[in-house]
């Protein structure tokens, strides 16, 4: 069936680097949702997107829906160790989210 | 607003007792969601409930697992008998019905079956 795959599993930056993490689907999304969750907490809704090509900024984080609508990137310029979490793109099937695996990204100070 | 609420936080029980998580949705939230989390297998949905009405129950492991919803502020998943590989978090969420604003999720039950 329909599924997300994200790349990569585990990304390892120094504090101040840039983060990228991708979503990539083999079949057209309606739209796409992206959550944090910070280590032994629980999923943070971030955003969704619905246009195709669609960007959206929140402070250091950016986000786009492919043109085809199906893949997505989450984008984090300059990362902090507050930035330390799994995020996990996700999509809406039939009234309910399907996640990804996630990607769970470290920094070291 | 004091979110979805989940209890109990931690739970460890023995093999073959039953055990109980409980959710309480954001009130107005009309959608609401219960997810297993492993290291193994990721965040899974296991049933999820619109207007009290169980919609989907697809993702319920077998017949051990039962999942209600009495009224809009109540939810409860009941495991019976426990087995050590039901050990994993579980969490509750809940959402508007058109889901734009996403999900909210509860702060999980950690269950640990010996």
């Known amino acids: 069936g329909q599924q997300v795959m994200q790349i990569p599993q585990y990304q390892h930056v120094q504090e101040g680097e840039d983060f990228t993490t991708y979503c990539n689907s083999s079949?057209?999304?309606?739209?796409i949702q992206w959550y944090k969750q910070r280590p032994g907490g629980h999923p943070v809704f971030l955003i969704q997107l619905v246009k195709s090509g669609e960007v959206k900024k929140q402070k250091r984080l950016t986000f786009q829906f492919g043109e085809a609508k199906k893949n997505s990137s989450l984008h984090i310029t300059a990362t902090q160790t507050t930035d330390v979490g799994t995020y996990f793109c996700c999509y809406n099937q039939g009234g309910k989210l399907i996640f990804g695996q996630g990607t769970e990204l470290s920094v070291k100070p | 607003d004091a979110g979805v609420i989940q209890s109990p936080r931690h739970e460890v029980t023995e093999m073959g007792q039953e055990v109980t998580l409980r959710c309480k949705p954001i009130s107005g939230h009309n959608s609401l969601f219960w997810y297993r989390q492993t290291m193994m297998r990721g965040l899974e949905l296991l049933i999820y409930f619109n207007n009290n009405v169980p919609i989907d129950d697809s993702g319920m492991p077998e017949d051990r697992f039962s999942a209600k919803m009495p009224n809009a502020s109540f939810s409860t998943l009941k495991i019976q008998p426990s087995e050590p590989r039901d050990s994993a978090v579980y969490f509750c969420a809940s959402s508007l019905e058109n889901n734009r604003g996403g999900y909210t999720f509860g702060s999980g039950t950690r269950l640990t079956v010996v």
């Open positions: 079949t057209t999304l309606s739209n």
